[in-house]
């Protein structure tokens, strides 16, 4: 058999189909060139479909039953609406109006369903079928799968919604986060060093929370992990290399929508921390454990000095107090502290969902 060609660069299937019809019947007139014809129909990787004007399947090549299921057997002498899902049969007599009336129909993207009962997202091109005279006998289909571009689509509208949602919470956090900050600091400077160091402990944590991708499919739901959310917040303050930390018990995950308010209570802690000594100094260290119980998760956050004394509560409360109820009351926790003298105990208990939905 003749090697057919494919259609060139910026040449569509319909186009391919319209010049090779030209080109056969200048070179083989008659049946040969019906069977020239048949050939590159049966080739191509586009379903095409030809029907009567009472809407009976009259041919179906090969890719039609790749695409649709049924073989040819099974579609030729039933009607077209075995394949349009019942909210959509509207359609059929809309299209068949226009084959009617000698129009073609250009890539008309619908919903089809296929044998098994599932959907496909398709393109259509239809066409009026002509007699040797010029009468309209029929029309011929040629349906491409548009599924993956839909999907794509879709991902993309998801990633855009979700770029969206967050940046408009970083924005309100942020401007949160100025107005309570500018009723104590005490100086421009002061603002200004409390909201940087702030703004990168948010930024870390944003980067932890970005959509992933893994081959085509993203997430925006790309979670992290308790343990690798304070990593990122802590390594600032090593020194050196000198890491003075310790992570114990479980290590539950976090969702992008909770990632947000822990790294702020946390950050909060932190510098509070290296204000009085913990993670700065060499004799100081800090551990973190984590325990699951019936219903609820505790946070146990031990800041101790080998020989220093950890001062005692602050005679006045901060912005930074003002920020952690905030971010306690977001995340529906408890807290409470104990403090020794050389020894801090902050404990956090929160529902188990808190961290991440469910």
């Given amino acids: 058999m003749e090697e057919y060609p494919r259609a060139g660069e910026g040449e569509t299937v319909e186009d391919r189909l319209q010049r090779l019809q030209a080109d056969v019947w200048a070179a083989k007139p008659g049946h040969e060139a019906a069977t020239f014809l048949a050939a590159i129909v049966e080739s191509s990787d586009d379903a095409i479909i030809s029907k009567s004007l ?46 009617h009336a000698g129009e073609r129909v250009d890539h008309f993207e619908t919903v089809r369903r296929r044998k098994d009962g599932t959907f496909i997202d398709i393109s259509l091109t239809i066409s009026p079928i002509r007699s040797s005279d010029g009468t309209i006998i029929g029309a011929s289909k040629i349906a491409r799968d548009i599924s993956e ?83 990122n917040l802590l390594s600032p303050f090593e020194e050196k290399g000198a890491r003075r930390w310790q992570f114990h018990g479980d290590n539950p995950h976090i969702s992008a929508d909770r990632a947000t308010s822990l790294a702020l209570l946390f950050h909060e802690y932190a510098t509070n921390a290296v204000k009085y000594g913990a993670p700065s100094m060499a004799d100081c260290r800090l551990d ?71």
Avoid: C
């Fill in 149 to 231: 571009r839909k999907r794509a689509a879709e991902r993309q509208d998801m990633l855009l919604r979700e770029m969206h949602h967050r940046v408009k919470n970083l924005l309100a956090i942020t401007g949160s986060i100025i107005s309570l900050a500018a009723r104590t600091a005490k100086t421009p400077l002061e603002l200004a060093d409390s909201m940087k160091n702030r703004l990168i402990a948010l930024s870390r944590v944003h980067q932890l929370t970005l959509p992933s991708f893994s081959g085509e499919e993203a997430s925006t739901k790309n979670p992290t992990t308790f343990h690798t959310l304070l990593e």
């Fill in 54 to 99: 009472q809407g009976i399947i009259t041919t179906w090549n090969l890719s039609a039953e790749r695409l649709f299921g049924y073989t040819a057997a099974e579609a030729v002498g039933r009607p077209i609406t075995i394949l349009i899902p019942e909210d959509r049969l509207d359609e059929e007599p809309a299209i068949l109006a226009r084959i």
């Fill in 288 to 358: 973190v454990t984590v325990t699951s119980e019936p219903g609820h998760l505790e946070i146990v956050w031990q800041e101790s000095r080998a020989s220093a004394t950890i001062p005692g509560p602050p005679e006045k409360t901060g912005f930074g107090t003002t920020l952690e109820k905030m971010m306690v009351q977001s995340l529906h926790a408890d807290v409470s502290r104990e403090w020794r003298s050389q020894a801090l105990l902050i404990k956090l208990t929160l529902p188990r969902n808190a961290l991440a939905k469910a």
